[in-house]
């Protein structure tokens, strides 16, 4: 379900966030948008009629150089997500890092699920400011970074492994917390096997443009400092 996100983006947040988005996608808009399985988190999302087809050279220079990746909720950070609030003794009372949080979707949840903090770090600044943005909408406090801090007690990663350049992040994340929830649907199986996958989850992204089905299954691994 969709709604206008008009007075969202009369606020100094939503208005820096459409202008963020329009640098790469002059003509998309901010949809307000309620996510399946997760009837209390909204986000602020790119609009879902947002035209399919080849994109004007100059656009596609941009998003190439700029992709606004933090417009989508990807299919495994809502699987992460409904994973949290399904089962919030994983979070409840520890604090948590959502490390590459794009829209902010798992540090939401993890919030609401009854996390002590969340901190959600992010390399993009248009990300930080989605994930603000995204806060703000759903009334929690989180913590926004673009450096992973020290220690945790939950580190959470979702669809951080799209590009294997990014697997040494499993073993950087092992320095930074007890506990790992990774969710990823195009890494199936991970390089350290100390990853335990856990469970399957179906989930696809929000808006769902049409290439994304064929990743519509999340898995979720778990891994545990050692004693």
Known sequence: MTTSLNTLIDTPNGTKLLQALHRTLPVAQLQRVRLPGLSNIELALINEDFPTGPLPPEVMHAVIAQPAYWAFCWGSGLALAQFLLTYPHW????????????????????????????????????????????????????????????????????????????????????QHAREILVADSRVTVLPDRNYREITQIDALTQPNLGEFDEFSTAHLFHWLQPD
């Open 91 to 174: 979070v409840q009372g520890k604090s948590v890092v959502d490390l590459g949080s794009g829209s902010g979707i798992a540090a939401i949840a993890a919030a609401l699920a009854g996390a002590s903090d969340v901190t959600a770090c992010d390399t993009d600044a248009d990300a930080r400011l989605a994930t603000q943005v995204n806060a703000e909408l759903n009334e929690v406090d989180l913590s926004i970074t673009a450096e992973l801090p020290s220690q945790c007690d939950v580190l959470l990663m979702a669809d951080v492994l799209y590009d294997r350049q990014n697997l040494p992040l499993l073993q950087v994340a092992q």
